[in-house]
């Protein structure tokens, strides 16, 4: 990428963007939380030189405009010569540097490092797009300066200056959002449904009447959507449960609806409360309300673990509210899935509170990413406090759950935001990795809170106040899978973070936005308190788990 290069230009405002493309440019080299591949990198630091460009190009514009003092004749030549050849050395310094920055990463996450013709590939990729986004900032310039013109002749220099402005940005936004955001997403919501209604050739309808999809049951097989047939037929038996504990157990219970199953969320929340009535879910020792990510895809790994650990005694109930990817229904319609996920709580809490207490199963809520903070969103704790329920486990939170940050902003002096402690930690407890802050063994309250979250999720820890202001994850001691190099930089950290976050479930298994099945186990150890499995048989089934982990799709 020939950025530092020495630039010959009348203007020092080209050499003012360079300069800015050159440092945005650089510091999108250093490491964050998630491994980057060449592409990801490319198109990250191509973007950041571009914005740099605008910000240098602005920053030189409002000096001008200021009528400050401008370098003129040989000063100027000097100085364009002295900017070149510093960006030029800053430039060749970072990518000589990147390779060993992204390794780095992915040494604390135990994966093999990336090759040495990393710098010469992302140069590659970043340098087109740099160009491109350039392009596109001088289109805006020329309808900017055009509109500018034309009604000069109607108002002032500077009212005119402020409608071309207006103008052009008025118009690119309406393109961006009105014609190609538009039926980019028309697209996708049309691609998402297909996908939803396909059934694969190895998901055959159960003939078992117990089982959701069946012929007896309420909601019929093509009604599930994929993600709710993956849901039901998959999962430990009765047998494997068995084969492993050497013990008796029980067959678990999964319930699923669909979108396509009901109109409106409490119709189909209705048809989950019939259906688990049905199957017999409320005569079980456990009964877990799970909230599924956009697409209403459940992690295998968080209900497959509950299962072992409760013998198969257990029954689990999710509902669909979305065909979209976390990110796109987040955007498109963020109120849904809350909604979706209060209709479902409701009808179920409202029942189980009918029951009577000694003999209604324990009563949990879950859920994964999106899914997590739409859990939260079902109820309100004021409305628990006459019979909580058991307990809940949220894993990878986004940044806005409101009950997550409310707890982490409120932690406890001296605790580290990527692991906080809150109050006397007999609500609510964080884990990760490592397990959690507080002893296993010390008191819990009538209801159970745990957050799952690694530090190297930029999903949980991305904010849009890291544009100012230095994250509080980033103090010292920092989480164990966050680089010790990770630096905060105005603008550009927020840049990389919104491109980790976009690929965060590229992360290997136990990091990222990618959970651990063993990890899910110490979670729902101190969620439940289940304390019939000796220490040895928790490491065995934590074994059993990690024979088969595997980056899985969350979204």
């Keep these: 990428m020939k950025l530092g290069l020495p630039i010959q230009c009348r203007h020092l405002g080209s050499a003012v963007g360079l300069v800015f493309a050159t440092l945005f440019f650089a510091a999108s080299l250093t490491p964050t939380l998630i491994p980057r591949t060449y592409l990801t990198q490319g198109a990250l630091s191509g973007g950041c030189a571009a914005i740099g460009y605008g910000v240098g190009a602005a920053l030189y514009w409002l000096w001008r405009y200021l009528e400050l003092a401008e370098a003129r004749g040989r000063v100027l030549r000097l100085l364009d010569l002295l900017l070149a050849g510093g960006c030029a050395i800053l430039l060749a310094a970072c990518l000589w540097r990147a390779t060993q920055w992204q390794n780095e990463v992915l040494r604390l996450m135990h994966q093999e490092p990336v090759a040495g013709t990393y710098p010469l590939r992302i140069c590659v990729v970043?340098?087109?797009?740099?160009?491109?986004?350039?392009?596109?900032?001088?289109c805006f310039k020329?309808?900017?300066?055009?509109?500018?013109?034309?009604?000069?002749h109607f108002v002032p220099r500077r009212v005119a200056n402020v409608i071309g402005l207006g103008v052009a940005g008025v118009l690119f936004w309406s393109i961006a959002n009105g014609i190609v955001f538009r039926i980019a997403i028309h697209m996708l919501d049309a691609s998402f449904r297909e996908a939803d209604e396909m059934i694969a050739p190895d998901r055959v309808a159960p003939i078992t009447s117990s089982k959701t999809g069946s012929p007896a049951s309420l909601v019929a097989w093509d009604k599930l959507g994929r993600r709710g047939r993956e849901f039901v037929s998959s999962g430990p038996t009765t047998g494997q449960i068995r084969a492993f504990t050497g013990k008796d157990a029980m067959e678990p219970i999964r319930v699923y609806v669909g979108l396509p199953a009901g109109k409106t969320p409490a119709q189909r929340a209705r048809l989950a409360l019939e259906e688990l009535k049905r199957v017999g879910a409320f005569s079980r020792a456990a009964l877990v309300v799970i909230t599924p990510t956009g697409t209403g895809w459940v992690d295998p790994a968080a209900v497959d673990t509950l299962e072992y650990l409760f013998h198969g005694d257990v029954a689990s109930v999710a509902q669909q509210y979305s065909y979209l990817s976390s990110p796109l229904s987040l955007l498109i319609e963020p109120d849904y899935g809350a909604d979706t996920a209060r209709a479902l709580f409701s009808a179920i809490y409202g029942y189980w509170t009918t029951l009577p207490k000694g003999s209604r199963p324990k009563l949990y809520v879950h859920g994964l990413s999106l899914g997590a903070m739409n859990s939260?969103?079902?109820?309100e704790l004021y409305e628990l406090l006459g019979d909580p329920f058991s307990g809940a486990l949220w894993s990878g939170p986004p940044f806005k759950s409101r009950f997550w940050r409310l707890f982490t902003e409120g932690r406890t002096l001296g605790s580290p935001a990527w692991l906080p402690q809150f109050g006397d930690s007999s609500f609510v407890r964080f884990m990760n990795q490592d397990g959690g802050a507080v002893p296993n063994d010390m008191r819990w309250g009538p209801m159970r809170v745990v957050y799952l979250q690694y530090a190297s999720d930029p999903v949980t820890f991305f904010d849009y106040r890291d544009l100012y202001r230095r994250p509080a994850w980033l103090a010292h001691p920092r989480g164990p899978d966050v680089s010790a190099r990770l630096r905060w930089y105005p603008l550009v950290s927020m840049l990389q973070l919104a491109m980790d976050a976009a690929v965060a479930t590229q992360a290997p298994v136990g990091y990222g936005h990618v959970f651990a099945p063993r990890h899910y186990i110490d979670a729902w150890l101190q969620v439940t308190g289940i304390n019939d499995?000796?220490?040895?048989?928790?490491?065995?089934?934590?074994?059993?788990f990690a024979a088969t982990d595997t980056a899985r799709p969350s979204d």
């Design 142 to 152: 020329i309808i900017f300066r055009r509109v500018a013109n034309w009604t000069l």
């Design 533 to 544: 499995w000796p220490a040895p048989e928790i490491l065995r089934l934590k074994a059993h």
């Design 376 to 379: 939260e969103r079902s109820f």
């Design 126 to 138: 970043a340098l087109p797009i740099f160009l491109m986004l350039i392009a596109l900032g001088r």
